[in-house]
């Protein structure tokens, strides 16, 4: 997808040739047009949405190769991870915790007895809660020390090789208590590696440019996502199409293996200097601006939404992801469960619809990511999320495969594509020494649905599947409501958005760098 020439784009050579900024423009700028390339980061972008050469104009190359570096890393791990987590943690596993609820779990469970989807929402509730309790303590470390986050996302590295560990012994002996402690390492893991990496990777991108470098991500991710049910499948092939304990244990523990190995990239981190640099930053900046009306900021800290203002903007978004992740949790952990049992979709057959499932997402991200331009990110990521609450009723009442096959897939891609948006408009409306806290807030909100997916696993038991469907399709709706003001309070135009939380991510640090 073009990663290696997107993050190309935004770290072009220092001091960029020129005639490169304004795209098709015709020879050399003047004077004061290259001084302003420089003060400015960038002048026009082009229609792709891609940064331009001289996005980073900065004497010192170090930092634009530090920064550049950190975008491929990231690129790398989520990938990576992604595969690992799609075959450990994927429908297979699913599947293998409806087996161990039906009575081949060895020792307590501590879930209903025989009520077999409760295993599976107790199992998701163990791991999110875990990162619930630490996200607010690990968002508050990485912004306390914003200098070593990459040494904290290192040490997440020890977590997931002690959650490796722990699942193949889990899975090798069926000791359900010992896989609940392999999944407080895991969330442990996945929060403390989530906040620091997003952190380093938003301080490393420019503000007011970076919705193309997340979805260049996000899109990345759900390809990987895609390859770890591909792998499965491939690997059911050859042990059989069945759902026999051999079989499903020999997929989690291959996963389980590739997740320490998936982290290799965190260790190739380094800490940009836009976090210390923020402070001297943001106060001669305001200084300059005095913050008035008739500056770009100032103008973006104007706009209000009845009792909402610019300002309230990350809080607006962590409340409605909030609001999301209660009904997800007592959907998304059944859909596998739902073909399975209900439509008698074989291994293979699960694994396949899983590996198509993220790349419909990642279409998705670009179609989103093309909207948002005219029309403006707020406005493309509510029009597709309200899409999602159509196809869940849909979901809960159809009845032929092929038509619950399409509506599936198209409700992932409308659900799904939105994310890379928010997060892109969350950090810009954040500075980099809040990032940590705010990631945290995401990442708690987040595994609000883990939770739920306890509460989801009781009604599926007591009603069925669809019924759950149509439940989530309400809270979806009252998300959507929750969202709207950011509707008015983001600027259509992404570059307007720059300024507003008075850090300019990698153009902190090359003005630091150029004033010294």
């Not at 103008?299 to 962590?318: E, M, N, Y």
């Not at 509460?455 to 959507?480: E, M, P, W």
């Amino acid at each position: 997808f073009g990663a290696a020439d997107a993050t190309r784009a935004v770290f072009g050579a220092a001091g960029g040739g020129k005639g490169d900024v304004e795209g098709h423009r015709r020879g050399e700028p003047s004077e004061q047009q290259q001084a302003s390339v420089n003060l400015e980061g960038t002048l026009h972008a082009p229609s792709n949405g891609a940064l331009v050469s001289g996005a980073v104009s900065s004497p010192d190359a170090s930092v634009e190769k530090l920064c550049r570096r950190n975008v491929r890393m990231m690129y790398a791990f989520q990938v990576l991870n992604a595969v690992a987590w799609g075959m450990a943690m994927g429908p297979v596993f699913d599947r293998y915790l409806y087996y161990l609820g039906g009575g081949a779990a060895v020792g307590p469970t501590f879930a209903p007895r025989r009520h077999r989807n409760s295993l599976v929402g107790m199992t998701e509730s163990i791991s999110g809660l875990s990162s619930m309790v630490l996200a607010i303590p690990v968002g508050l470390l990485v912004d306390r020390y914003p200098q070593q986050r990459a040494k904290l996302l290192k040490l997440s590295v020890i977590f997931a090789v002690v959650t490796s560990v722990l699942a193949t012994i889990a899975c090798l002996t069926d000791i359900v208590l010992l896989l609940y402690v392999a999944l407080l390492f895991l969330g442990t893991f996945a929060e403390l590696s989530s906040s620091t990496s997003e952190a380093l990777f938003a301080d490393s991108v420019p503000q007011g440019h970076r919705s193309g470098v997340f979805i260049t991500k996000s899109i990345l991710t759900t390809v990987g996502s895609a390859c770890g049910p591909l792998l499965s499948a491939v690997g059911l092939l050859f042990l059989g199409d069945k759902w026999e304990p051999h079989q499903m244990k020999a997929v989690v523990i291959f996963g389980c293996v590739l997740m320490p190995l998936s982290c290799i990239p965190c260790l190739f981190f380094q800490d940009p200097p836009a976090a210390a640099a923020e402070a001297e930053d943001a106060a001669e900046g305001a200084e300059a601006q005095g913050l008035s009306s008739s500056s770009p900021g100032g103008a973006l800290r104007a706009r209000r939404c009845g009792p909402f203002q610019a300002s309230h903007v990350p809080f607006l978004l962590a409340f409605a992801d909030f609001v999301t992740c209660i009904g997800a949790g007592m959907t998304v952990k059944f859909f596998n469960l739902f073909f399975i049992q209900d439509k008698g979709f074989s291994p293979t057959d699960i694994c396949w619809l899983q590996t198509a499932y993220p790349l419909v997402i990642a279409v998705f991200m670009k179609l989103t990511q093309g909207l948002s331009k005219p029309f403006g990110r707020a406005q493309a990521s509510c029009s597709f999320f309200s899409a999602n609450v159509v196809c869940l009723v849909l979901l809960s009442q159809v009845q032929p495969t092929w038509l619950l096959l399409v509506v599936f897939l198209l409700r992932g891609g409308f659900a799904n594509s939105t994310s890379p948006i928010d997060r892109s408009i969350l950090m810009d409306f954040t500075p980099s020494s809040q990032r940590g806290r705010w990631n945290a807030v995401q990442s708690f909100t987040s595994m609000t649905w883990s939770g739920s997916a306890f509460f989801g696993g009781l009604l599926a038991d007591s009603h069925d599947y669809r019924f759950t469907f149509l439940i989530t399709a309400l809270v979806y709706g009252i998300a959507c409501v929750a969202y709207s003001p950011l509707l008015f309070l983001v600027p259509r135009r992404e570059a307007e958005a720059a300024g507003v939380a008075g850090d300019g991510g990698v153009e902190s640090c090359e003005h630091r760098s150029a004033r010294e």
